[in-house]
C-alpha cells in the first residue's frame, strides 16, 4: 500500500538562526541551503525577508539558486512583510510565503493588544496579500498550543477560505505535551468544516523536551508537514530534530500511515555542517547525529552487535550518513585531488586564490596531522572563510607558555586596521592569559559566556574547533575557530567573535514588536 507523504520542512536558517549566538553570513546560509536540497528537504524556509538587508539578501541568493525544494520566506501578517518576502522570493522555482499573527489570549491581549475580531481580520488580510505573490500560502496561530480551540477554529477557517494551502499549528512556547497536542491536531481537522483544502503543519519548541514527541504525536493524529531544524537548533531551547522526526518515521513504518522522501544519507554531514557554521556543538549522546549514537561501549552490547546487528541497533548508522567520514586525503595528496573531494563534498569557491589558500591550509593541516577527514576539511573551510570575513582584526601570531608550577602567560600580535599591535598577560591557563592580552589591545567592553572545545575527529593530533560567546550591551555573538593547536584555535574563535561584534546587525526578529 502506497503512503501519503510527509512533507520536511526545514527552518534551521530561520528559526534555527533565532538561537542567540547562531547568526549565519549570507554564503553560509546559501551552502546549508545547498545540504538541505541536497537532502531532499521539501521546503526551506529561508529567512524573515524584512529583518535586516542581510536576511532578504540571503533569502532572495537561496530562492535564484536551489531549485529542487520550495524556498519560504516568513512575514507578520502586515503588508510591508508580505511585500517584502513576496520581492525576496520572486526569482524562486517555487516559492512559499509563510505568514503568521498570535492567536492566544495571553499574546494578543499583552503582545499585540488586539482584540479577537481584530485579529481574525488581519490574518484573512494577510493571506490574501500574500496569495498576490504566490499560491502556496501558510498561515500560522502563533502560541496555538495555548490558544483557545473555538477560536483557532474561526480563524483557520476564515484563512483557509481566503488561499491558505498550509495551516501550520504551532506549539511556541513548548508547552504541550504528546496526546494533548495530537488531539488538538486531531479536534481542528475533525470541526473546522474546509480542513480538507489545507494541509496541516506542526511546528513544536523544546522547552519541555517534548518538540519531537509533539510532532509525531500530531503527526499521528493526520498533520502532514513536520517543520524542524537541524539538531534541533532554535529559539531557547529549540525545534523538532530533523534527524530524530525523520529516522522515527522512516523507522517505524509500523505505525506511521506516511513517510518521507528525504534521503537520510545526507543528515550526518548536513549536522556537521551546521554545527560547524554555527559553532553550536552537538552533544556525544545526542540521538542519530551524536557521536556516540552508533557507539557501543559494554562487552554485552558489543558481543551482541557482533552476533547480529538488530540486537542493540534499530538503525544504521551509514543509513544516516556515518559512513561518509572517510579518511580521504594526506600529505602527498595534491591540488586536483583536494578540489575533487571539496566538490563532493559541495564546496565550491568562487576563485583560483580562495582554493589556492585553502589549500595552502590543508597542506599545513596535513603536515601536523597524518589523515585527514572529510570533518577535517569543513572545518578548514569554515575556518578559511571566516577569517576572510574578518577585516578590522586579524591574528598575526601567539606565542603560549604553560609550566607546572609556574604561572601561564601568553603574548599576542594582531594586525588591527593595519597596525601591528601586540600585548602580554598572564592568567589561570594559557587560554585565559592569550584572551586577557587580546583584551588589554582591543578592550572589547564584552563578556565570554561561554567557551567550549571539540575535537573534530578523534586522536590527540585532531584539530580542536572552539567557539566563544561574547554578550555586549544585549547582543550574543559566537566565534569560532579551528587548529590543532587548542591555543591557537581559541584565540582564533575570540578574535571572529570580535570582528562579527565589529560588523554588527540591528536584525529584526520576527515574534517581537509589531503584530
Ligand atoms: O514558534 C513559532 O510560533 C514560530 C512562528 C513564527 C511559526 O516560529
Ligand atoms: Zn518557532
Given at each position: 500500500m502506497s503512503k501519503e507523504k510527509l512533507i520536511i520542512f526545514d527552518t534551521t536558517l530561520r528559526d534555527g538562526e533565532q538561537?542567540?549566538?547562531?547568526s549565519m553570513t549570507k554564503d553560509e546560509k546559501l551552502r546549508i541551503a545547498k545540504a538541505l536540497e541536497k537532502m531532499q528537504?521539501?521546503?526551506?524556509?529561508?529567512?524573515?525577508?524584512?529583518?535586516s538587508k542581510g536576511d532578504f539578501e540571503a533569502v532572495n541568493v537561496i530562492a535564484k539558486t536551489i531549485k529542487e525544494s520550495t524556498i519560504c520566506g516568513l512575514a507578520r501578517a502586515i503588508d510591508r512583510d508580505i511585500d517584502g518576502a513576496g520581492e525576496a522570493l520572486a526569482p524562486a522555482a517555487s516559492a512559499r510565503i509563510h505568514t503568521f499573527i498570535a492567536t492566544s489570549p495571553i499574546h494578543m491581549q499583552h503582545k499585540l493588544r488586539m482584540q479577537p475580531d481584530a485579529v481574525v481580520e488581519q490574518a484573512v488580510k494577510a493571506v490574501k496579500r500574500a496569495r498576490r505573490y504566490t499560491d502556496n500560502v501558510e498561515f500560522s496561530p502563533e502560541d496555538a498550543g495555548r490558544s483557545e480551540l473555538d477560536f483557532l477554529c474561526r480563524v483557520i477557517e476564515r484563512v483557509i477560505d481566503a488561499g491558505a494551502t498550509t495551516i501550520n499549528i504551532p506549539d511556541t512556547v513548548g508547552y504541550n505535551v504528546p496526546h494533548q497536542f495530537g488531539q488538538l491536531i486531531h479536534n481542528l481537522m475533525e470541526r473546522i468544516p474546509n480542513a480538507d483544502k489545507a494541509i496541516f503543519s506542526v511546528h513544536c519548541h523544546n522547552d519541555l523536551g517534548l518538540a519531537v514527541a509533539n510532532s509525531l504525536s500530531a503527526v499521528l493524529h493526520g498533520a502532514r508537514q513536520v517543520e524542524c531544524t537541524i539538531n534541533g537548533l532554535?529559539?531557547?531551547?529549540?525545534?523538532?530534530a530533523l534527524e530524530e522526526v525523520v529516522m522515527a518515521v522512516q523507522t517505524r513504518q509500523d505505525l506511521f500511515s506516511c513517510n518521507t522522501t528525504l534521503d537520510a544519507t545526507q543528515i550526518v554531514p548536513c549536522s556537521r555542517l551546521v554545527s560547524n557554521i554555527t559553532g553550536f556543538p552537538v552533544q556525544p549522546?545526542?540521538?542519530?547525529?551524536?557521536?556516540?549514537?552508533?557507539?557501543?561501549?559494554?562487552g554485552i552490547h558489543q558481543d551482541g552487535i557482533l552476533k547480529s546487528r538488530e540486537t542493540y541497533e534499530i538503525m544504521r548508522a551509514q543509513d544516516v550518513g556515518w559512513s561518509n567520514n572517510r579518511i580521504v586525503l594526506g600529505k602527498h595528496s595534491g591540488r586536483n585531488a583536494f578540489r575533487t573531494r571539496l566538490e563532493e563534498l559541495d564546496i565550491v569557491f568562487d576563485s583560483e586564490e580562495e582554493l589556492n589558500s585553502a589549500f595552502a591550509r590543508f597542506k599545513d593541516l596535513a603536515d601536523k596531522k597524518h589523515e585527514i577527514y572529510d570533518d577535517d576539511l569543513q572545518a578548514l573551510v569554515t575556518d578559511a572563510n571566516l577569517v576572510a570575513e574578518n577585516e578590522t582584526v586579524q591574528l598575526i601570531s601567539v606565542k603560549a607558555c604553560s609550566e607546572t608550577g609556574e604561572i601561564p602567560t601568553a603574548s599576542i600580535t594582531l594586525l588591527i586596521e593595519g597596525e601591528e599591535r601586540s600585548a602580554s598577560a598572564t592568567g589561570g591557563g594559557p587560554v585565559d592569559a592569550a584572551f586577557k592580552a587580546i583584551e588589554s589591545i582591543?578592550?572589547?567592553?564584552?563578556?565570554?559566556t561561554l567557551y567550549s572545545v571539540n575535537n573534530v575527529t578523534s586522536g590527540t593530533d585532531s584539530q580542536g574547533e572552539v567557539t566563544t560567546r561574547l554578550t555586549h550591551e544585549g547582543r550574543v555573538i559566537n566565534g569560532q575557530g579551528a587548529d590543532t593547536d587548542i591555543v591557537v584555535a581559541s584565540v582564533k574563535a575570540y578574535v571572529n567573535a570580535l570582528n562579527k561584534l565589529d560588523q554588527g546587525s540591528d536584525k529584526g526578529h520576527p515574534q517581537l514588536g509589531e503584530v
Open positions: 538561537s542567540p549566538g547562531a528537504v521539501d521546503v526551506i524556509e529561508a529567512g524573515f525577508p524584512v529583518a532554535g529559539e531557547r531551547a529549540g525545534n523538532a549522546n545526542k540521538a542519530i547525529v551524536g557521536a556516540n549514537a552508533f557507539a557501543h561501549e559494554s582591543v578592550n572589547s567592553g564584552t563578556e565570554l
